[in-house]
């Protein structure tokens, strides 16, 4: 294919230590591209803006807080209209996707893509994809315009529907081809965002003008790189109805305990922030913190003390917490969901009877439990307020970068400033609750539960953690600080 090169990830190293992480452009691999001047310096909602356009060359720190005299780190390209753009208006064919689980704010995004092309780029050719990735293939499409989604984010859910996994790349490609579409946007998660980078390669390999952005969805807030995934805000405001619940059951009876299980599968936020918020909560277990039920310092010991202080407790549970803990027979058979993530156990149910198992005989003492599992009504519900506009800055992100030519890469909010982010950075692994970091001992001293590590194990933790000075000869590491060797 004419122009094509062989594209590996791009870097941009400048003075001082700086380093942009770059995003592909149609221009690396298609030559000859012609460049038009961007339609929104004629749009008269515009024209009150101050700067229409993002400088090119600027760029947004994936690191704020330095030294003096450190490097300057990690850059990505700023999200953004720019001056010149890479398709005409009436030549944009576009597609719209959602894959994975449900989230709030999966409307809204969905909305804000529409209303965006539509209102800001004049484009009318949008297709929405039915099912996920399958539905490329399965022939299954919906016309979207500014009428047809004009009240979608409203609702729960996506009006598109969802599937997870079994997709077959070349076919999804073909489809696009023979469809003649050239603006995908993917709505989804890391397993998502995977698929999504192997259809952008596939497209490069065949040399096809069509521009790959993709929108991370989680309502895990479980993806690295981004301040924070939309539909979380939403999460959090609506997990407080379940512990609020759980803590008037709880204070309404003699030795009330009220159990909450949250989403997080591998991620604590929802848990750790939905705490932090409510302050009735006595006790947040989440999957990164292990944590013990018996003998000195275990749960069931603290409990004990809560009760006897205050004849009632609630506790938060993560649904990834305490795995390791579950009985060999609810472990023995091991699952998988389409998308080859691991089906959990209900944690919440085995640690229920856990705990009347162990206050009912062991301690002959009577409590009144309540377990409220609201999974999947948080993640069925509207987006709030604050998540509805993070998803139109979203959308209208991937927008200016897919009319301006890049492809390839995922938008999100880097310090407070969105910016263009290559597929591999955010799906290199999940971003977790650091249990050595601030926000965790805010937590800690919110709730005045036992932190369940011992001093070996917060070490062990703040060396994992934090970043490494690098070492000299002769020196070894204590905590993240080298030391000289005796000599």
């Not at 008269?44 to 330095?66: C, G």
């Not at 194990?457 to 490494?468: A, C, L």
Request: some cysteine; glycine content about 10%; overall charge positive.
């Amino acid at each position: 294919m004419e122009g094509r090169k062989n594209l590996v990830p791009k870097t941009v190293n400048g003075d001082a230590g700086y380093v942009l992480e770059d995003v592909p452009h149609l221009t690396d691999y298609i030559s000859g591209l012609t460049a038009y001047p961007n339609p929104l310096q004629d749009n008269p909602s515009y024209s009150v803006v101050k700067q229409y356009f993002v400088n090119d060359d600027d760029s947004v720190a994936q690191k704020i807080v330095v030294h003096k005299n450190s490097p300057r780190g990690t850059h990505f390209r700023r999200a953004g209209p720019r001056k010149k753009v890479y398709f005409e208006s009436d030549e944009v064919h576009a597609c719209i996707v959602t894959c994975g689980g449900l989230c709030p704010g999966l409307n809204t995004v969905i909305r804000e893509i529409v209303c965006g092309l539509y209102y800001m780029y004049g484009v009318n050719k949008i297709l929405g994809i039915e099912g996920g990735y399958r539905g490329f293939y399965s022939r299954n499409t919906i016309p979207l315009t500014p009428k047809v989604v004009n009240d979608i984010h409203k609702r729960g859910g996506t009006i598109l529907g969802t599937s997870r996994g079994g997709h077959d790349t070349l076919k999804i490609v073909d489809s696009i081809q023979d469809r003649g579409i050239n603006q995908v946007y993917i709505i989804g998660g890391d397993g998502t965002q995977k698929g999504a980078s192997v259809i952008f390669e596939e497209i490069r390999r065949r040399g096809l003008k069509v521009a790959v952005a993709g929108i991370p969805k989680t309502i895990d807030n479980d993806i690295l790189v981004i301040d924070k995934s939309f539909g979380f805000d939403t999460a959090v405001e609506e997990a407080q109805r379940a512990i609020n619940a759980a803590h008037v059951e709880a204070e309404s009876i003699e030795n009330g305990v009220g159990l909450v299980k949250l989403m997080g599968r591998h991620s604590g936020f929802i848990a750790m922030y939905a705490t932090l918020a409510s302050r009735d909560v006595d006790c947040c277990l989440i999957p990164e913190l292990p944590f013990y039920l018996e003998g000195p310092g275990g749960l069931f010991e603290f409990m004990e003390k809560r009760l006897k202080e205050n004849g009632h407790m609630v506790v938060v549970i993560a649904e990834g917490a305490g795995q390791e803990l579950l009985s060999d027979s609810m472990r023995a058979t091991v699952q998988q969901d389409a998308s080859g993530n691991k089906l959990l156990q209900d944690v919440g149910f085995w640690i229920s009877h856990r705990i009347k198992d162990h206050f009912s005989k062991r301690k002959k003492m009577a409590i009144n439990l309540k377990y409220i599992d609201p999974t999947y009504m948080i993640r069925a519900v509207p987006s709030n307020a604050s998540d509805n506009v993070y998803c139109t800055l979203l959308a209208h992100s991937a927008i200016h970068g897919a009319m301006a030519g890049y492809t390839g890469f995922t938008v999100g909010p880097v310090n407070g400033r969105h910016a263009y982010i290559p597929f591999h950075r955010i799906i290199e692994r999940q971003n977790k609750v650091v249990i050595t970091d601030r926000m965790w001992a805010r937590l800690l001293s919110s709730t005045n539960q036992p932190s369940f590590l011992s001093r070996k194990d917060v070490t062990e933790n703040r060396i994992k953690d934090e970043p490494q000075t690098p070492l000299l000869d002769g020196e070894y590491p204590v905590g993240n600080k080298p030391l000289r060797k005796e000599t």
